[in-house]
């Protein structure tokens, strides 16, 4: 492969990945006129258009779709091996691009990173924030880190904690309504609810008791969210009773914001997992930043914090 097709492939890929040419610019180090010529070097090579240009918008063409499908993994796997090859064999180096909810990711994730930092300095972490599910090949994620994301083929799940889901409330919010004693004068109450993100559906309070005892309990609602942080949020303000998972209360329910409502009853959310490419060649950069992580959060303590029922 020549140099002017690699570096024309670069750009390619870097600006179906952002979305411009300029975003690719900046990602590249280049400048923005820089990226549109070897993209249209490309394009004059094959003899297709690959892109749908516009003063406001870059789309992929239906041959832009194709080739960017086609060459994406394994551009993005020769790009790691000849990084590692520069770096030494099999020094981790390089930029990893990693997705992690809000919460998760701020209060027990950045904590953790510095060590990482230290340990391996030749490794650029690109970190993105969103409580979404991201598709880890399509968006070019070398790691996500979340719960309940899809195993689709290509994808390897590694456990870093079971979650369990709690109700709460404030003190203020219990003062001026008595909490219940039972499931059933739930409905007696003001409920926030989450709406799932993928289907768009409230998610039901299905609540299990220490017994093992199960059952789906009601609530009136007066706000429906789709960001569990601002439910949270919510509550510590008094609005009513809500249900989330313990990673997003805990610091709330540790400085006396929020207290457990029903402590006897919870829920299980699906475990908080790293994922990660199941392609033969799982670079460096990758490999020792999920093994780092799964050992120092578990040194951590989070995994037992999250799953106290």
């Known amino acids: 492969m020549t140099t002017e097709l690699s570096s024309y492939l670069d750009a390619f890929i870097a600006s179906s990945d952002e979305g411009s040419f300029s975003a690719a610019a900046r990602r590249l180090g280049l400048t923005p006129a820089a990226v549109s ?52 064999a099999g020094k981790p180096a390089g930029t990893l691009k990693v997705s992690m909810a809000h919460t998760v990711g701020r209060h027990y994730l950045v904590p953790l990173l510095d060590g990482f930092i230290e340990q391996y300095p030749d490794v650029m972490l690109d970190l993105h924030f969103d409580n979404r599910q991201v ?31 709690v109700l709460v409330a404030a003190p203020a919010y219990l003062r001026r309504y008595p909490a219940p004693a039972m499931p059933g004068e739930l409905v ?6 989450r709406r799932s993100l993928g289907s768009g559906r409230l998610l039901a309070w299905t609540l299990k008791h220490r017994s093992g005892q199960e059952l789906v309990a009601s609530i009136r609602p007066v706000a429906v969210f789709n960001d569990p942080e601002a439910i949270a949020r919510a509550a510590a303000c008094g609005m009513g009773i809500a249900m989330l998972p313990l990673p997003h209360v805990l ?14 009853w919870h829920a299980n959310a699906l475990p908080l997992s790293i994922y990660y490419s199941s392609r033969k060649l799982v670079p460096a950069k990758v490999r020792v930043f999920v093994d780092y992580m799964i050992e120092h959060f578990r040194a951590s303590g989070h995994p037992i914090r999250f799953s106290q029922a």
């Open 251 to 264: 610091p709330l329910l540790e400085n006396g914001e929020l207290v457990r409502v029903l402590p006897d």
């Open 188 to 193: 007696r109450h003001r409920g926030l609810l």
């Open 37 to 88: 010529k070897s993209v249209a070097r490309l394009e004059s090579q094959l003899g297709v258009r690959l892109f749908q240009r516009s003063t406001r918008s870059l789309a992929l063409t239906t041959d832009g779709e194709r080739l960017y499908g086609q060459v994406r993994l394994p551009w993005s796997e020769i790009d790691d091996a000849l990084t590692e090859l520069r770096q030494g």
């Open 135 to 165: 598709d880890l090949v399509a968006e070019g994620y070398d790691v996500c880190i979340g719960g309940g994301i899809e195993l689709t083929e290509g994808l390897v799940a590694r456990e870093l904690a079971q979650v369990s889901v």
